[in-house]
């Protein structure tokens, strides 16, 4: 174990990464007492239908503007660089060979995600690598999430209950006031011609105007991406 440290990890496809991302980790953090915010942008997210519009250097490019000057907060290319298809099992897995235990390990999500779990690759055994953390967004709430993995009722709980040394991993659930922003609308407005000051840190505008990203062709993601873009599966 990493000396009682805890963890939190947010991953996704960040095309682009926005506030919602940012807020689901900060209340998550602030719920949780967590010690270090590990953001992972995914290399090949396997429930997109399309590749993701931005290159994989954009998206970490863009990421990493995101959350600098954030203190705790840190950046990974681990998706990046593992070949094939990029799965939450995979990534725990690396960070408990790395040295952290699963009680160690926050993974943060929004409720929509939370909501299609049980499709997630080795499910349910994933819910043994690390704490899950559901984070109320715009669209489901807690309870909503909850109705749909009434398995899992018996093991989730408030963040006052996900104590030091939990005999077992389990979900904690975080009610939240976090932006109602997804990377679907961003991309839209930029097509649009239309500004996202509103919705990515400036120094993202600013990278994504510069490179002219998103703004050449339709959008072709048919579905929201409301939560954090989660290559969860």
């Given amino acids: 174990m990493t000396n009682g440290r805890r963890l939190g990890v947010i991953g996704g496809t960040f095309d682009p990464i926005h506030y919602g991302h940012l807020d689901a980790a900060d209340a998550a953090r602030t719920a949780l007492a967590l010690d270090e915010i590990l953001v992972v942008p995914t290399h090949d997210p396997p429930h997109r239908p399309v590749d993701p519009r931005a290159t994989a250097f954009h998206r970490f490019a863009l990421a990493a503007l995101a959350i600098d000057g954030r203190d705790g907060w840190r950046l990974s290319d681990m998706e990046l660089r593992r070949p094939g298809r990029s799965y939450t099992w995979d990534t725990l897995r690396a960070l408990h060979e790395s040295g952290w235990d699963a009680s160690q390990i926050f993974f943060i999500l929004g409720t929509d995600a939370f909501a299609e779990i049980a499709s997630w690759r080795a499910y349910p055994e994933v819910l043994d690598a690390a704490n899950f953390v559901v984070i109320?967004?715009?669209?489901?709430?807690?309870?909503?999430?909850?109705?749909?993995?009434?398995?899992?009722?018996?093991?989730?709980?408030?963040?006052?209950?996900?104590?030091?040394?939990?005999?077992?991993?389990?979900?904690?659930?975080?009610?939240?006031?976090?932006?109602?922003?997804?990377?679907?609308?961003?991309?839209?407005?930029?097509?649009?011609?239309?500004?996202?000051?509103?919705?990515?840190?400036?120094?993202?505008?600013?990278?994504?105007?510069?490179?002219?990203?998103?703004?050449?062709?339709?959008?072709?993601?048919?579905?929201?991406?409301?939560?954090?873009?989660?290559?969860?599966?």
């Avoid at 009434?150 to 005999?167: F, I, K, N, S």
């Fill in 136 to 233: 109320a967004r715009p669209g489901t709430t807690l309870a909503q999430a909850l109705a749909r993995t009434p398995d899992l009722v018996a093991r989730a709980g408030t963040p006052a209950g996900a104590g030091a040394a939990p005999e077992r991993t389990r979900v904690v659930l975080v009610e939240a006031n976090t932006r109602d922003v997804s990377s679907t609308i961003i991309r839209q407005r930029l097509t649009a011609g239309q500004a996202i000051d509103d919705l990515v840190p400036p120094a993202v505008v600013r990278h994504i105007l510069v490179h002219a990203l998103y703004r050449a062709e339709d959008d072709l993601h048919g579905k929201d991406e409301r939560d954090q873009d989660q290559h969860a599966h």
